[in-house]
């Protein structure tokens, strides 16, 4: 499923290029999540209908430029496999998804009126990241460190990487909620949602041990 989701967000954003500018802006606006919109059909501002809310489920699947696929696919590719042979297949599609859903649902309801598209696997992948985290703390995560003027290599334990990445994402998110709500275009609550969200239902798809008895 690992493969099969890279291949899949690859192709999509391969459709995108094709698209021209004119035809790609129209893309992204009908299926990138844009809270504003979101918030207008709720307030009866916009046509009732499932096609307002499917963005909460395309939105994942679109990026803004080759070097926001190739690092999102990266971080999937690093951690999704180990979390996949954890869960299994099915149940480890199921819980991608719904840790985007629940990314993107943190990052709207933190910028219910803001006007740009979010987009991208980042809210899934936090979430697959979360999982990792509980499945493997102490897992060893190669790193380049910088050390005065050196660049080092360093092996430390997945808690302290991930956990450190999970810091940076909530002062961003912070600071974006401080600020305006929105930095850069860059959805910090969706990544807080997705990481918190696998974590909390990361137990609800693992796998229970057989206990095996013998009969008497």
Do not use: K
């Amino acid at each position: 499923m690992t493969v099969l989701l890279i291949l899949v967000n690859t192709a999509v954003f391969i459709y995108e290029v094709s698209l021209g500018s004119g035809g790609l802006t129209r893309f992204v606006s009908q299926n990138a999540l844009v809270p504003g919109h979101v918030t207008a059909y709720f307030s009866g501002g916009a046509p009732a209908g499932p096609l307002n809310l499917l963005p909460f489920f395309t939105s994942m699947f679109l990026h803004g430029g080759w070097v926001h696929l190739i690092g999102n696919m990266w971080f999937l590719w690093i951690f999704g496999d180990n979390v996949e042979d954890r869960l299994g297949h099915v149940r480890y599609l199921v819980f991608y998804i719904l840790c985007g859903l629940i990314g993107n649902v943190a990052h709207y309801a933190l910028n219910p009126a803001s006007a740009l598209p979010a987009l991208g696997a980042s809210g899934a992948i936090a979430g697959v990241l979360g999982a990792y985290v509980l499945s493997y703390p102490g897992a060893r995560i190669l790193v380049l460190l910088p050390i005065f003027f050196f660049i080092q290599f360093v092996e430390l334990p997945a808690l302290v990487v991930l956990g450190f990445w999970f810091v940076l994402q909530f002062l961003n998110g912070a600071a974006s909620v401080v600020a305006s709500g929105e930095a850069g275009g860059v959805a910090w609550w969706a990544h807080i949602g997705g990481f918190l969200g696998g974590m909390l239902i990361f137990n609800l798809f693992r796998p229970r041990p057989r206990v095996w008895y013998e009969r008497r």
